[in-house]
């Protein structure tokens, strides 16, 4: 195991391992931007109150009637000004831009609206990855709302409509998978994650060849897996930093909870359950909330654990650079004994066009 590469925190890596208790130099901590109390709680409160867009689906020259900002080390920067009355067109440098785009959430419709219109426009040959494109974006979306309201049972039998449109895709085509994965600049969304998980999770499920039912069945539970993070504050899943220990208690807690609000929905398969209450299971024992051991772990506990640790390492943070696909595989691989090693391999065959 090579421990200078280990991230030690459950909320950045999908690792199960104690906070991390090193104290950093009292002049890094004076100097960093992210040790700003006030600052933090502002960027915290503009987070909530606005949702992530992907720049790749902006088209140079075309026409949008919605505000679009830049999130970047704690502040919201205005990129475009349009209103439904004053449109403005996209700039085609736009997407060189660094940081991740937002729009407001009162503006959702727009985008929707804005998404539509792209498969209007579409070339017939890109409409297989303008569908696949439409399916990643409103997957996030359903996620969105329905971390707002988990109770939702609307919501859930929409995830569910979601899921088959992934794995038809996939089906369809095995590479669909590239432009279903949102890539994050900047900061970590727990709706864009949880439509990652389950990309990913379908994915696996696809080049292991399971039936059609259960494909989904594991989609849904990898794309619902983290929903219990709903009742947990913002300023703990928002925290720019490691946790301490009580946060550390309160983020475990997200898999018991995200089992409670899911058993008040028959819509959801028991077999997705797996993916929801063993995505933190290891196979040495060490993972939570039970501490299952090899067998005990069930297969879809077992894919949707390497997806989700998979796209942890790969995302962004304000104080964490991304690993490329290539390290964060290496580093889980390098987790001896926690990750299944034959979907670990197939995994990584699958993600082989990601660099």
Known sequence: MVTKYRIINDKDSGISEEPNKATKNPKEQKDSFLEDPKAFKEYSFHKEEHYLIDKTILTPEKEIFFNIYRMDKLKVVPVIEATKNRPSKIDKELSASAGDFVIKKSDIPLYQD?????????????????????????????????????RSGEKIKESKVMVNGMVDCILQNRDAI??????????????????NVAVLSVGLGVAIDLKRDDVEKLGTGALLHDIGKSVISREILNKQGKLDSREYILMRNHVTEGEKILRTHKEVSEKSFDAVLQHHEKLTGKGYPKKLYASEIKLFGRITAIADCYDALTTQRPYKTAFTPFKALSIIAEETGDYDPELLKIFIRMLGKIR
């Open 178 to 195: 590239y432009n279903m994965l949102s890539l994050r600049n900047y900061d970590y969304y727990t709706y864009t994650h949880s439509v």
């Open 114 to 150: 804005y998404l539509l219109s792209l498969a209007g426009l579409s070339d017939p040959s890109e409409e297989g990855k303008v569908k696949t494109i439409m399916v990643r974006e409103n997957s996030k979306l359903i996620m969105k709302d329905l971390l707002d309201d988990p």
